[in-house]
């Protein structure tokens, strides 16, 4: 944990930090429509509900340290609990759930638990995805060693995925590195080619149909992506997943999926340098349910 008898920062001026550093002003994105609800409403800022993204919860005036997260989830929370009044920095402005329900808005409950010990909730999304330094896949696909040749994918205004190249190899041998690499217990996988060179990296999600065509036009053999077995119980969701599907059954592209959480993890793990560099204490607060989930 940080060292406990650190100086404080005004939030004020961590949270001026951050709107530059992620564009809040540009308006891109609507975190507001599925996040708040009766339940969560009253402890929304009210400049959250009008930018759309951004601080979410405004806690004390002077923070201890920054954590960063993927999701609120109750184990992050319960990291908190104890802790001095903080920022949090997290990627989705969701609970998370590895089955049925997927993502689901932060609880009255546990928004009164953090701010019991004034912390705030700060979160970037699409702007975060598509960061030139923090970006959810660039951070993928240093991890895995692949080589960026270009990012693709239009999200919210910038490109969020990533192509590039490995040394040529099995795909068992690359999806093994993958697995240990993430730290995962297990990996999905579909084999449609034996060898692996070209890799489109798409972390969080990926299983659209738009993106794995753009991925096929741009020469992939491969796909490195969250979500492969998607579990949600959303209708609309669950019907693109099933057009990716049978799209590449077309495409014949080699698919790998490291979940959810394990893709983006690493992103919210390296954006602590962002702090580090402005001599602010941050760590990741790391879900130990979700990182083993299988």
Same mark, same amino acid.
């Given at each position: 944990?940080?060292?406990?008898?650190?100086?404080?920062?005004?939030?004020?001026?961590?949270?001026? @930090?951050?709107?530059?550093?992620?564009?809040?002003?540009?308006?891109?994105?609507?975190?507001?429509?599925?996040?708040?609800? @009766?339940?969560?409403?009253?402890?929304?800022?009210?400049?959250?509900?009008?930018?759309?993204?951004?601080?979410?919860?405004?806690?004390?005036?002077?923070?201890?340290?920054?954590?960063?997260?993927?999701?609120?989830?109750?184990?992050?929370? @319960?990291?908190?609990?104890?802790?001095?009044?903080?920022?949090?920095?997290?990627?989705?402005?969701?609970?998370?759930? &590895? !089955?049925?329900?997927?993502?689901?808005?932060?609880?009255?409950?546990?928004?009164?638990?953090?701010?019991?010990?004034?912390?705030?909730?700060?979160?970037?999304?699409?702007?975060? !995805?598509?960061?030139?330094?923090?970006?959810?896949?660039?951070?993928?696909?240093? &991890?895995?060693?692949?080589?960026?040749?270009?990012?693709?994918?239009?999200?919210?205004?910038?490109?969020?995925?990533?192509?590039?190249?490995?040394?040529?190899?099995?795909?068992?041998?690359?999806? @093994?590195?993958?697995?240990?690499?993430?730290?995962?217990?297990?990996?999905?996988?579909?084999?449609?080619?034996?060898?692996?060179?070209?890799?489109?990296?798409?972390?969080?999600?990926?299983?659209?149909?738009?993106?794995?065509? &753009?991925?096929?036009?741009?020469?992939?053999?491969?796909?490195?992506?969250?979500?492969?077995?998607?579990?949600?119980?959303?209708?609309?969701?669950?019907?693109?997943?099933?057009?990716?599907?049978?799209?590449?059954?077309?495409?014949?592209?080699?698919?790998?999926?490291?979940?959810?959480?394990?893709?983006?993890?690493?992103?919210?793990?390296?954006?602590?340098?962002?702090?580090?560099?402005?001599?602010?204490?941050?760590?990741?607060?790391?879900?130990?349910?979700?990182?083993?989930?299988?």
């Amino acid at each position: 944990m940080p060292a406990k008898d650190t100086t404080p920062v005004s939030l004020k001026s961590l949270i001026a @930090e951050l709107d530059n550093e992620f564009d809040v002003l540009s308006g891109r994105e609507d975190l507001v429509r599925w996040a708040v609800t @009766e339940d969560n409403c009253h402890w929304i800022n009210p400049t959250f509900l009008k930018q759309k993204t951004g601080l979410m919860i405004v806690g004390v005036g002077k923070v201890h340290a920054v954590r960063t997260s993927v999701f609120v989830t109750d184990r992050v929370v @319960e990291q908190l609990s104890d802790q001095r009044p903080s920022l949090l920095l997290t990627h989705h402005q969701f609970n998370y759930f &590895e !089955d049925e329900r997927g993502l689901q808005p932060i609880s009255g409950e546990q928004i009164q638990k953090l701010a019991k010990q004034g912390h705030s909730l700060y979160v970037s999304h699409a702007p975060l !995805d598509t960061h030139p330094i923090y970006g959810s896949s660039l951070a993928l696909a240093e &991890e895995v060693g692949v080589k960026q040749t270009g990012r693709f994918y239009d999200y919210f205004g910038a490109p969020t995925a990533v192509v590039g190249e490995v040394g040529e190899q099995t795909l068992q041998d690359f999806a @093994e590195h993958v697995r240990k690499s993430l730290l995962r217990p297990k990996i999905d996988v579909m084999q449609e080619r034996p060898h692996v060179r070209t890799i489109a990296v798409v972390a969080g999600g990926g299983d659209l149909p738009d993106v794995l065509q &753009e991925a096929y036009d741009l020469g992939a053999d491969t796909m490195l992506l969250g979500t492969l077995e998607n579990r949600w119980g959303i209708r609309g969701v669950q019907i693109a997943h099933q057009e990716f599907l049978q799209l590449n059954k077309k495409l014949k592209l080699n698919l790998i999926g490291g979940s959810h959480y394990n893709t983006e993890r690493l992103a919210m793990v390296k954006v602590v340098r962002l702090f580090e560099g402005m001599g602010v204490p941050c760590e990741f607060c790391e879900d130990e349910e979700l990182l083993r989930a299988p």
